[in-house]
């Protein structure tokens, strides 16, 4: 078993890299600390220091984070009634598909080179998702918008196939663009971070997920 996972580069002198730990360890948080999701829910539309709705530090698997940043990102936003029935869940604000996208792009093309976890902000006008290194080689974000990409970690991305909603094909933010038009994109090489920003508008008539 060992030689199998060394031979799919997710073993490196009987030691998981972080791909292989990601994917597939135990508790990776154990031994990757800094490679997770911290997510906040903050009143109004600016960071708090100390005031915050919701907020948690998500760890474990890729798979596991995933989920749970899906889970969190889908109770902090807003779910129409609309003209279905009292006992219906709703429709979201922003479509499912757009964090599905966004946040396993985050996930697998983060720079495992920053010691820094991949960040989940939520207020009142928007959400960002922001990925610790900027784009990488000649990438830019008018590439991405077209459905260009340049994989930064091939081993996790190729194993990601089977594990999340990705396909790796560049296509991750197209299909997001055209299901909810309203997302910006900040390549921040000097802050060596990616930022993508959903804009959130107000509705008339919603609910709050509990």
Known sequence: M??????????????????????FGKSPELFLP?????????PGNAIHASTFIDSVDLRG??????????????????????????????????????FEELLANALIHRDFFIS????????????????????????????IRSGNSNIRNPILASYATHLLPYRGLGSGIFRSLNAYPEIEFDDD?????????????PWSITSERP
């Open 2 to 23: 060992a030689q199998l996972l060394t031979n799919m580069r997710l073993l490196r002198e009987e030691t998981f890299t972080i791909a292989g730990g990601l994917l």
């Open 34 to 42: 800094v490679y997770h999701i911290k997510a906040v829910r903050f």
């Open 61 to 98: 698997r890729i798979q596991q984070q995933f989920e749970d940043g899906l889970g969190f990102l889908l109770r902090n936003i807003r779910f129409e009634q609309g003209t279905q029935g009292v006992n219906a869940v709703g429709k979201p604000e922003i479509p499912r598909l757009v």
């Open 116 to 143: 820094a976890p991949v960040r989940i902000f939520v207020f009142d006008n928007r959400i960002e998702i922001i990925s610790p290194g900027h784009l990488p080689n000649n990438l830019t974000v008018a590439n």
């Open 189 to 201: 090489r000097a802050g060596n971070q990616f930022k993508v920003t959903i804009r959130r508008h």
